[in-house]
């Protein structure tokens, strides 16, 4: 009967793989946290903490705005090209129209970062306000309209398409 011998010889490359497969996992944790550290990181106030305390605040406003139970709507009505007119209509809860608002509109551009375009709305009669306005591109556009009277405010947004 013969006994054979094993010999290790054949198996010194087993710690060489326990070794590179520990620098793998090195190399792929090391790039995770230069990702993460190098990336956006979502934020979209530099004080979030103190925006988040403030939300209730937010939350009040909307009940207020609520309560009051007025409508509105805004288009862009074109002229030329990208001259045109925003128009808002504005309605109180019953459907009667709001006369006698400050309104006042805000641009804005969702899919690029451009700088908004503030502009106030005159009344043109029936719960209707107006003001020309040159957009910067053709596009999706998004009209931040805000009205108030008094202490009374209402805020909406409407979107719209300049072909």
């Not at 198996?11 to 520990?22: E, H, K």
């Not at 792929?28 to 004080?47: C, I, K, P, R």
């Not at 990208?82 to 805000?106: H, M, Y």
Request: proline letters at 6%; glycine letters at 10%.
């Amino acid at each position: 009967m013969r006994r054979s011998i094993i010999s290790f010889t054949n198996y010194r490359w087993i710690p060489w793989v326990i070794v590179g497969c520990f620098l793998v996992v090195i190399a792929v944790n090391g790039a995770f946290a230069y990702f993460a550290l190098e990336s956006d990181t979502g934020l979209v106030s530099e004080h979030p903490f103190e925006l988040g305390n403030g939300y209730n605040r937010v939350l009040d406003m909307k009940a207020a705005e609520d309560a009051l139970g007025w409508q509105g709507a805004a288009t862009f009505s074109p002229t030329s090209g990208l001259s045109g007119s925003i128009v808002a209509s504005l309605n109180d809860a019953a459907g009667t129209p709001l006369d006698g608002l400050l309104v006042k509109a805000e641009v804005v551009r969702p899919i690029e970062p451009l700088p908004p375009q503030d502009v106030t709305l005159l009344s043109i009669g029936q719960g209707k306000y107006s003001a020309p306005i040159t957009l910067l591109r053709r596009g999706q556009w998004e009209l931040r309209i805000t009205a108030e009277r008094g202490a009374d405010s209402y805020e909406f947004v409407s979107r719209v398409v300049v072909r």
